[in-house]
């Protein structure tokens, strides 16, 4: 089956950075999605790493090694917004997605 | 672009009876829509995989008499949980792609479901 870990609870200060690491083995393998999710609403699309190495978009960037099955998001110059869950999601016959990390941003 | 929409946003209802979740894709047409599940603080789960005009695909454990799909369009899929009961309670979301199975999803903005 499909195994995509991440850890559970981070808190940082705003105007900080935070990298939230994500491991996985799955049986296949089509790209990995990073998502952010507020609680009670729906997944909004973050990132998309097919290929090796790093993808930035303004304040968040994304990595990924697939030999090494890991990934990171990177979140900088936090703002209080971002608290949220961060879901990673590994494209395989279907989208499989980790248990989320819930980040807490504290002024 | 690529919006998508659920309808309703929230829903309860008295076990025993059947409720239906709308899911639209606004601004183009979705060959492809999934329905996931989720539990609080935990994450989605695929339930089934639909595409316009045919069977829907679902996933193990999922029984699919209890939770029809219908995707009856390139721009609509409705899940209908039958003879709903209290452990149906979740917050549903539904996703659309542009193209196949392994283009980006939009989702949805979930339903939450409230079975007394």
């Known amino acids: 089956g499909q195994n995509i870990d991440q850890p559970t609870e981070m808190t940082a200060t705003e105007g900080a950075i935070v990298q939230i690491n994500c491991t996985y083995q799955t049986s296949g393998f089509n790209g990995l999605f990073w998502y952010q999710q507020h609680a009670g609403e729906a997944p909004t699309f973050l990132s998309y790493n097919v290929l090796d190495g790093l993808e930035e978009k303004g304040r968040f960037s994304s990595f990924l090694s697939r030999s090494k099955g890991y990934s990171y998001l990177l979140l900088k110059e936090l703002q209080m917004k971002d608290s949220a869950s961060y879901l990673c999601?590994?494209?395989?016959?279907?989208?499989?997605f980790g248990a989320g990390t819930t980040v807490t941003v504290r002024a | 672009g690529a919006v998508v929409s659920q309808h309703p946003s929230r829903v309860i209802c008295k076990s025993g009876t059947s409720v239906k979740i709308e899911c639209r894709s606004l601004d183009f047409q979705a060959t492809t829509m999934f329905w996931y599940r989720q539990f609080p603080k935990k994450s989605l789960m695929l339930m089934a995989t639909s595409n316009e005009g045919s069977k829907a695909t679902y996933e193990q454990g999922v029984e699919k008499d209890k939770f029809l799909i219908n995707h009856a369009s390139l721009t609509l899929s409705t899940l209908t949980v039958t003879s709903a009961h209290p452990e149906d309670s979740s917050f549903y979301i539904c996703s659309a792609t542009l193209g196949g199975r392994w283009d980006e999803q939009f989702f949805g903005p979930g339903t939450r479901l409230t079975v007394l």
């Open positions: 999601a590994v494209n395989d016959y279907k989208l499989s």
